[in-house]
């Protein structure tokens, strides 16, 4: 089983609809960080969050240490936000980013 | 644009060459990081290197070597890879290791 569990893997919506990606981790972390990569490879880092939920723009992102799960959520989506978005939790056996396979997200027009 | 460049963007080389990938930030960030991502798969830590020293090395392949000569700049040196070694190859830094990591835009690298 893997440490990091991202749901769904693959995510269609339509334009000003609100999208919620999940993920689960099996692992002690000390942080979770929510990763975005646009086509052709570039990562950018939204969110890190140890507790509770952080907000930036139409992002939000929430975590629960005990259920050991966080979500991210896009309200009024845009074609623009068509992205991998990955979560990574931070800490597990190596205390080092724990990748998860992401979940790639298309927003059509 | 995060401050966290890499060179070459694109690479493609055959078994016997010899190469070396470069990243470079000028953030102040004292951790720095060499990841793989192969397609359909997760990010995979290569090796961390904190103040300048390798502080992790994910049982790596000794076909790469990596080399920071200052906290500004890493490398990765490439030496008879093999054509499994293709993948997207990023650069990370951050402030410590626990922090925020910004990464670079990726040399996308094919072994022929």
């Known amino acids: 089983k893997n440490e990091v569990e991202q749901s769904p893997q693959n995510l269609t919506a339509q334009e000003g609809e609100f999208i919620t990606i999940n993920c689960s981790y099996s692992?002690?972390?000390?942080?979770l960080h929510w990763l975005q990569q646009h086509p052709g490879g570039g990562i950018v880092s939204l969110f890190m969050?140890?507790?509770g939920k952080k907000k930036h723009g139409r992002l939000i992102a929430t975590i629960n240490i005990q259920e050991k799960h966080s979500s991210l959520h896009i309200t009024a989506s845009h074609p623009r936000d068509s992205a991998v978005y990955i979560c990574a939790p931070y800490g597990g056996a190596t205390n080092k980013l724990i990748f998860g396979t992401g979940t790639l997200l298309a927003v059509q027009p | 644009e995060t401050g966290v460049t890499q060179t070459p963007r694109h690479l493609v080389m055959g078994m016997t060459n010899k190469k070396s990938l470069k990243c470079e930030q000028h953030?102040?960030?004292?951790?720095m990081y060499w990841y793989k991502q192969s397609a359909k798969k997760p990010l995979e830590l290569m090796f961390v290197?904190?103040?300048?020293?390798?502080?992790e090395n994910n049982s790596v392949p000794s076909r790469f070597s990596p080399e920071c000569p200052n906290s500004s700049h890493l490398f990765l040196h490439l030496h008879t890879l093999q054509p499994e070694d293709s993948a997207l190859y990023l650069c990370?830094?951050?402030?410590?290791?626990?922090?925020?990591?910004?990464f670079g835009p990726g040399t996308r690298l094919t072994v022929l």
């Open positions: 953030l102040g960030h004292n951790a």
């Open positions: 990370a830094s951050s402030l410590n290791e626990a922090d925020t990591q910004y």
């Open positions: 290197y904190s103040l300048e020293e390798r502080v």
């Open positions: 692992v002690g972390i000390s942080a």
């Open positions: 969050l140890s507790s």
